[in-house]
């Protein structure tokens, strides 16, 4: 076997073989997207946004998210307990949003806080709405109250503020007096 | 483990196979694997999956199994699919359902048939009986082709054409009066030269293991397909074996097909055709053998298939990859 033999033998192996490594890129590279998709494809279905997951219990998602979600010690009786929904995301540190229905069955207070740092809390998580009037809130010194309008058209009012590193947003459709009674509830206060 | 952990194994065992399976399935074909033996090699890593890598994941890394990550690091989680719910239970749950009823399926159709089996007497078996003179020649011939000493012969006098190998302590090669009036010299000798390959790859041994891979993974599917593929392999490498110590690949085409044509059909009970379950089953299997038969004859037509070249090489890389990728699916 001549020198040029052997080179012309080398070179074909070392390129069948990047070849080779090519092809198990590409069917691994597919089967990831495929995974990836299929993974998505449940928050897709739900209509949640990327990042945002669904708890079955506000314990669940205090498992799941390695701390404590703070709830009000005051709570109407217009509304129903536990949450109809529990959502929780992992991004910014970590947030959770509990929706609370009313007794008519629709959607009547959202209550979300992140759970290390006062960091915004995902849009994703609690839907931003359209904000028509701000004004500041008895809650602390960056408490903002607002209105605010839902896509069907129905005004809300909105709490936000930041408390014990946390950053809190309760918005109902109940009474503003409600809304300010709970907030305070939170953490411990009784008016 | 408990009944949480148990439910999250089979899964990922189930799921695990089926990206395995499927990726290995896609490997062979783009790389061009046609040598059945190789081809066996690949479908062996798939297989390996849940019996070995799963399990060692699971005791390894019991991190994978907690919710951060499951939520921020898996690329791919089963229990992500529980958010949608069918009647109060999550979907990852009836997936996990069906498809372990589909295993238990595929389980018990191999099964059943073989307990059935068991439970026949066979016919006597006759050692140095006059008649089998031709055999045995025919077999020391095939043995000493393939370089081994040929085992034991058990002689059926009667009945119909039968010729297979069995035992793992004690191999020997069995067939019958009518399996040499029907087929000639030739074929003969080939077709004990394929029973010969069998035992000279300890293919009832490998058998027997793969049974037990099955019983334990009866819930995976994956896994009941994957050993029908090896078991199909494993008569495909003894085809080419055969082919090779004989020389003579179309005797051992004919001689198969006179054999599966001379055996079809048998051995089913009398009214077994009039039960729903077997009727609606009996005509997709037969259709099934069928076309096993077709496909080792077209193989044996041709040329033996070339190997492809670093096919230790592939493996090793498919295994890794493999390895990288399901280590982030829960």
Redesign the interface.
């Given at each position: 076997m001549t020198a040029a033999t052997v080179a012309g033998a080398t070179g074909s192996?070392v390129s069948?073989?990047a070849r080779?490594?090519w092809?198990?890129?590409l069917?691994?590279g597919g089967?990831?997207v495929a995974?990836?998709a299929?993974?998505a494809?449940?928050?897709w279905?739900?209509g949640q946004p990327r990042g945002v997951?669904?708890a079955a219990t506000v314990e669940d998602a205090e498992?799941?998210i390695?701390s404590r979600v703070l709830l009000p010690s005051y709570f109407p009786d217009t509304l129903r307990w536990p949450p109809a929904e529990v959502r929780f995301t992992?991004d910014g540190g970590g947030s959770v949003a509990l929706t609370f229905l009313g007794t008519d069955g629709a959607p009547d207070l959202v209550l979300a806080q992140t759970v290390a740092g006062a960091g915004p809390i995902p849009d994703g998580l609690h839907g931003r709405l359209a904000v028509i009037q701000q004004q500041s809130a008895p809650l602390g010194d960056d408490a903002v109250l607002s209105r605010v309008v839902a896509e069907d058209g129905t005004l809300w009012s909105q709490l936000e503020w930041t408390r014990g590193g946390r950053r809190f947003l309760l918005r109902g459709r109940g009474s503003l007096e409600n809304l300010i009674r709970m907030a305070r509830s939170i953490h411990g206060e009784r008016r | 483990m408990n009944g949480q952990r148990w439910i999250d194994f089979a899964g990922q065992a189930i799921f695990h196979t089926l990206v395995a399976a499927l990726v290995v399935e896609a490997l062979v074909r783009l790389w061009g694997v046609r040598q059945p033996e190789q081809r066996t090699g690949f479908r062996l890593l798939a297989l390996g999956w849940p019996l070995l890598v799963v399990p060692a994941l699971f005791l390894a890394f019991p991190g994978r199994e907690e919710e951060s990550f499951r939520d921020a690091r898996a690329i791919f989680a089963g229990r992500h699919w529980d958010d949608l719910a069918f009647l109060g239970i999550g979907l990852y749950g009836w997936w996990i359902g069906i498809m372990s009823a589909a295993g238990l399926g595929l389980f018990l159709l191999d099964l059943v048939p073989w307990l059935r089996a068991r439970n026949v007497r066979p016919p006597p078996w006759i050692p140095g009986a006059p008649g089998s003179r031709p055999a045995e020649e025919a077999l020391s011939r095939a043995a000493a082709a393939l370089g081994i000493a040929p085992p034991g012969l058990a002689w059926v006098e009667g009945g119909p054409p039968v010729l297979f190998c069995t035992g793992t302590r004690n191999p020997r090669v069995v067939t019958s009066s009518s399996a040499v009036e029907l087929l000639d010299r030739d074929e003969l000798a080939a077709a004990l030269a394929h029973e010969l390959a069998h035992l000279e790859r300890r293919d009832p041994t490998l058998s027997w293991a793969l049974m037990g891979a099955r019983a334990l993974m009866w819930f995976n599917p994956g896994v009941q397909v994957l050993v029908r593929a090896i078991a199909r392999d494993a008569e495909r490498t003894a085809d080419e074996r055969a082919g090779q110590a004989c020389g003579d690949r179309l005797a051992l085409a004919s001689g198969l097909l006179k054999l599966y044509r001379a055996t079809e059909g048998r051995g089913r009970g009398a009214g077994a055709g009039s039960r729903p379950l077997s009727a609606a089953l009996a005509e997709p299997i037969a259709r099934a053998r069928a076309h096993d038969i077709e496909l080792r004859c077209r193989a044996l037509l041709g040329p033996p298939p070339a190997p492809v070249p670093l096919a230790r090489l592939r493996l090793a890389a498919a295994a890794a990859g493999l390895g990288l990728l399901l280590f982030f699916v829960v």
């Open positions: 192996t069948e073989g080779a490594l092809t198990l890129a069917v691994l089967t990831t995974l990836v299929l993974d494809m449940p928050t279905l739900h997951r669904r498992r799941r390695q992992r | -």
